[in-house]
Each structure stands twice: as C-alpha cells, then as structure tokens.
Nanobody, 126 residues
Framework: QVQVVESGGGLVQPGGSLRLSCTVS????????MGWFRQTPGKEREGVSS????????YYSDSVKGRFTISRDNGKSTLYLQMNSLKPEDTAIYYC???????????????????WGRGTQVTVSS
C-alpha cells in the first residue's frame, strides 16, 4: 500500500518561510520523480516544482522560481520544499506526488503523477 503524507503547512506572515515535508512508503522512492503541486478553490491544480529521482535535475514554475527550493533524501524516502519570501498568492493546499516519468525542461503535469498525498494547507496572511 502506497502512502504519501505531507506535513509542515501552517499560517505565516508575508515574507516569511515554511518548509514542507513529504514522506513516502510502499514504493521504491529512489525510482520516482517527485513533485509539489498546489490548488486553491475554483482553480486548477498548479505544478510548483519537481525533482528527478537522482536529485540531479529540478523544475520550478515561474511563480516560485528563486523563492522555493525542492530537495529529496532518498535514504529517508522524504521530499522537501523550502519556501521563502512567501506571498499571499502562495496560499493554497500543497500536494506531494510521485511519478515514474521525468520530462526535462517542461512544466510538470498532474497527469504524469500516480501517487498523491492528501495535502497540507499553507496560508500566507498578516
């Protein structure tokens, strides 16, 4: 049974930082690309960032580039998202997902991801 569990969300002021974690079990974590997505009510799920199984290649959406950093620890089967300089428009439910596919240099698509967590709420507000 595959389990994907996000943690680390919360309420933070604009300009602040949060670190999300995602622990995965039931699959060979090091064989999967991993991604972070986010969604707000009434909007489509947005691909935020992804990382190749080896950690040697990453992707960031234009909206978070330079502020967010994705990383992974294959020994702990854990994915991270360090979020700095947070803005109110970063407010969303953040989802972690696993994909057997890596597509270099193009925006990530939820269609390529087949194992999902339930999400963690991030709220950026003063």
């Amino acid at each position: 049974q595959v389990q994907v569990v996000e943690s680390g969300g919360g309420l933070v002021q604009p300009g602040g930082s949060l670190r999300l974690s995602c622990t995965v079990s039931g699959i060979l974590f090091e064989h999967y690309a991993m991604g972070w997505f986010r969604q707000t009510p009434g909007k489509e799920r947005e691909g935020v960032s992804s990382i190749k199984w080896s950690g040697t290649s990453t992707y960031y959406s234009d909206s978070v580039k330079g502020r967010f950093t994705i990383s992974r620890d294959n020994g702990k089967s854990t994915l991270y998202l360090q979020m700095n300089s947070l803005k109110p428009e970063d407010t969303a439910i953040y989802y972690c997902a696993a994909s057997p596919v890596w597509k270099e240099g193009i925006p990530i698509s939820s269609r390529d991801y087949n194992h999902w967590g339930r999400g963690t709420q991030v709220t950026v507000s003063s």
